[in-house]
């Protein structure tokens, strides 16, 4: 019977980084930006926009690369909390402060396209297998928001 021999190999790491106490992301309603979206809508006809149920939030301290982003109520919230679809436009503070006000509204309608015409809840995502139109979509609203400057 053969003996196993144990080695005790141990492989010198880099010293762990201590962890940062991260912050915590602060998400505050922003009337000004739902004001910017309904003034949008209304502006571009965008008809099949509910605007009472398209709500801005300003948020802080968060770790994305994105300077906005969208959340929608899948159905099956609504149907829990007796909710008609909604949607929440986020933007983050640090980024979307920044831009002038004519990039903040092609951030805005960037995220506005991503709601869908039928407006159930559910988002449209940037790309689907067989389809690019979206960032067309994004570009004639873009064209359209300009001339109407």
């Known amino acids: 019977m053969q003996k196993f021999i144990r080695y005790n190999f141990r492989v010198k790491s880099k010293p762990r980084q201590k962890r940062s106490k991260s912050k915590v992301v602060d998400w505050q309603p922003a009337p000004d930006i739902d004001k910017r979206i309904k003034k949008l809508i209304k ?7 509910e ?22 109520l899948p159905r099956i919230w609504q149907k829990a909390l007796h909710k008609s679809p ?3 436009i986020e933007v983050i503070s640090e980024k979307f402060d920044k831009l002038t006000e004519i990039q ?5 309608l960037h995220e506005l396209v991503h709601i869908p015409k039928n407006f159930s809840g559910s ?16 570009e004639v609203l873009v064209n359209k928001y300009m001339k109407a400057r």
């Open 43 to 49: 502006r571009l006809e965008l008809t099949w926009l």
């Open 51 to 72: 605007k009472n149920n398209i709500h801005g939030f300003r948020s802080r301290n968060t770790k994305t690369r994105a300077s906005a982003r969208i959340w929608g």
């Open 86 to 88: 909604s949607y929440v």
């Open 104 to 108: 903040q509204d092609k951030i805005l």
């Open 123 to 138: 988002l449209v995502p940037h790309y689907r297998k067989g389809k690019r139109n979206f960032q067309n979509k994004v």
